[in-house]
């Protein structure tokens, strides 16, 4: 069964540097989020993206966060200039193509294994 | 804004025994969906089970089922004849309509007991 995979599993970085975190979603799917979930805390969304633009993003997603789809398979998350509070575990997921004129119905979000990044 | 709150942080449950997961969710939306995800030690999320708000019928998947209460704001999870491989981290989470955001609890740590 297809998967979404992420690598890598555990990012270590030191305080103002940059990180990009990878996500390889499921092949013919078209939309795709990341979301993330600081230790102790709720899974908390930070933004989707479909058609190589953001759809839609939280207040957690700031400037210091950008992504993009560089090719046809992956799809990254960059963090600018790492603060110790973006320690957290990252979820990629992402989900098939659907209509919403047509259906009533949402696609469900498939989730990757996550990667946990610690920042010193 | 939409708040999803899980009020059992752990639960525990024997072999071959029902067990019920307890959520409930707050939002002044009329149609949105509603999910179980399951997270095993060291695996990812996968989805368990989804409701769509505007369906009455309570959806099931096999050993799974829920009891969704949509005056209540209520969305429990039942599961039926317990397998060790049951034992996970169950977030309910809440999507509305016009949205792709996932809105999660915080979760329910589930151990199974032979």
């Known amino acids: 069964e297809p998967e979404v995979t992420q690598t890598p599993s555990h990012q270590v970085t030191q305080m103002g540097q940059e990180v990009i975190l990878r996500c390889v979603p499921i092949?013919?799917?078209?939309?795709f989020y990341w979301y993330r979930q600081i230790l102790g805390q709720k899974v908390e969304f930070l933004v989707s993206f479909y058609n190589n633009e953001i759809s839609e993003k939280s207040e957690i997603f700031d400037d210091q966060f950008s992504v993009e789809r560089p090719d046809g398979s992956n799809f990254t998350l960059k963090i600018r200039s790492t603060k110790l509070e973006d320690s957290a575990m990252y979820f990629c997921?992402?989900?098939?193509?659907?209509?919403?004129?047509?259906?009533?119905?949402?696609?469900?979000?498939?989730f990757g294994p996550g990667t946990r990044l610690t920042v010193l | 804004a939409q708040t999803v709150t899980q009020s059992q942080p752990e639960m525990s449950v024997q072999e071959a025994e029902t067990v019920t997961l307890s959520c409930t969710y707050d939002?002044?939306?009329?149609?949105?969906?509603l999910f179980w995800y399951k997270q095993p030690p060291s695996r990812q999320m996968i989805l368990v089970i989804r409701?769509?708000?505007?369906?009455?019928q309570n959806a099931t998947e096999n050993r799974f089922s829920v009891n969704f209460q949509k005056a209540a704001k209520s969305f429990s999870l039942k599961i039926s004849d317990s397998q060790l491989g049951d034992t996970a981290m169950y977030f309910c989470a809440f999507m509305g309509y016009n949205t792709d955001k996932l809105i999660f609890g915080t979760g329910t740590r589930l151990q199974v007991f032979p």
């Open positions: 997921a992402s989900s098939d193509d659907r209509d919403r004129e047509e259906s009533a119905s949402t696609d469900t979000q498939y």
């Open positions: 939002t002044s939306e009329n149609n949105y969906y």
């Open positions: 409701q769509e708000a505007y369906k009455q």
């Open positions: 092949s013919n799917h078209l939309y």
